[in-house]
């Protein structure tokens, strides 16, 4: 199993980063377990947070929103906005994709059971595998 990508020069943040996700907790574990202190494998060097890649940001910034009303005859233009905003955000929110809101909101209630589960649980469905449960 390969858990961490990229290369990284700190053996220890390597064996960190072992051992969490050996733990297959996640960040939900570590906080039940009453941590006091946030563990070192989350503390990024500190950088100035104006500059985000080449670029100077405003520190009052927007998420991108991809629309999909009228989605017809507009795929390639859609999936260019999902493509920009994902290298350049991480993440978008997406309007008008017609899903009902009562689906919306049963989704996220199985998302809290989930989470509520005993580590024991959800431990079998923990791991960075692609294919996995």
């Not at 890649?53 to 405003?58: A, K, L, Q, Y």
């Not at 009052?60 to 350049?88: C, K, M, T, W």
């Not at 978008?92 to 509520?116: C, D, S, T, W, Y």
């Amino acid at each position: 199993m390969k858990m961490v990508t990229g290369k990284s020069s700190d053996p220890e943040r390597l064996q960190q980063l072992k051992a969490f996700d050996d733990s297959k907790t996640g960040v939900k574990g570590i906080v039940d377990a009453g941590i006091t202190k946030l563990p070192p494998i989350f503390v990024r060097p500190k950088k100035d947070p104006s500059v985000v890649g080449d670029r100077t940001v405003s520190g009052h910034f927007s998420i991108p929103v991809v629309d999909l009303a009228e989605y017809n005859g507009r795929r390639a233009e859609v999936i260019d906005q999902v493509r920009r905003a994902s290298e350049s955000y991480g993440f978008f929110q997406v309007v008008n994709h017609g899903i009902p809101k009562r689906l919306m909101e049963e989704m996220m209630e199985a998302a809290r059971v989930f989470h509520e589960l005993p580590r024991e649980e959800k431990a079998e469905y923990y791991g960075r595998e692609i294919g996995m449960k």
